[in-house]
């Protein structure tokens, strides 16, 4: 009779020692289950959050500390909720129409939806408001997120008479891509009147 021979059990990679740090380095923003077959454990990214080696940006998902906060809240955003879009303060921040404080990503969703981490704002939004949607070249990385145009419209929706609404506009109008059809277009769709403000401003520039 042929010998029999032990089949080989086969052997895990084990992860490598504190390659928690390079993963995030590599790929900026990692979730916990991501992480995990780097060696990480929730007690020990918690520990490294404490510590300043990483960085938690929402619930259960971390970033390299090399990396600003904001840039690492924007890219776990798109990269963890592909279906949102980002509006609001936030989509003002990015194009360069707002210099504000942003202590959370502004979302839009359809309002059928639902999503949570702590560190989105959601807002459930009627589908005829989801117009005017671009992918965006950020950091890197595509992002989902209103184009130029419609997210002056979100500056009118935040403060129609105020201060954010007439800033936003003067550094659109500083920018040289204005494009008056589109926001007639987002004008109709969104319940704006941004267009006529954009008119006077031309006019008394």
Do not use: W
Not at 14 to 42: N, R
């Amino acid at each position: 009779m042929p010998e029999k021979r032990a089949i080989p059990k086969k052997t895990l990679k084990k992860p490598k020692k504190d390659s928690v740090l390079p993963a995030l380095e590599k790929h900026k923003v990692m979730t916990l289950s991501d992480l995990k077959e780097f060696g990480a454990s929730g007690l020990k990214l918690r520990r490294m959050a404490e510590a300043g080696q990483i960085v938690a940006v929402g619930s259960g998902i971390y970033a390299a500390p090399s990396l600003d906060p904001f840039v690492a809240a924007v890219l776990a955003t798109s990269k963890y909720y592909p279906g949102s879009v980002i509006s609001g303060l936030t989509a003002l921040q990015i194009h360069g129409l707002a210099q504000e404080y942003i202590d959370k990503v502004d979302v839009d969703i359809p309002r059928e939806t639902s999503i949570r981490n702590k560190l989105l704002k959601v807002h459930r939004v009627p589908s005829s408001r989801l117009v005017g949607i671009a992918r965006l070249k950020y950091e890197g990385s595509q992002i989902r997120i209103y184009d130029l145009d419609r997210t002056l419209c979100e500056a009118y929706r935040l403060d129609p008479s105020g201060p954010l609404f007439f800033k936003a506009l003067k550094r659109y109008i500083k920018l040289g891509e204005i494009n008056s059809d589109r926001i007639h277009q987002y004008d109709q769709a969104v319940k704006t009147k941004v267009l006529s403000h954009l008119r006077q401003e031309l006019a008394d520039a």
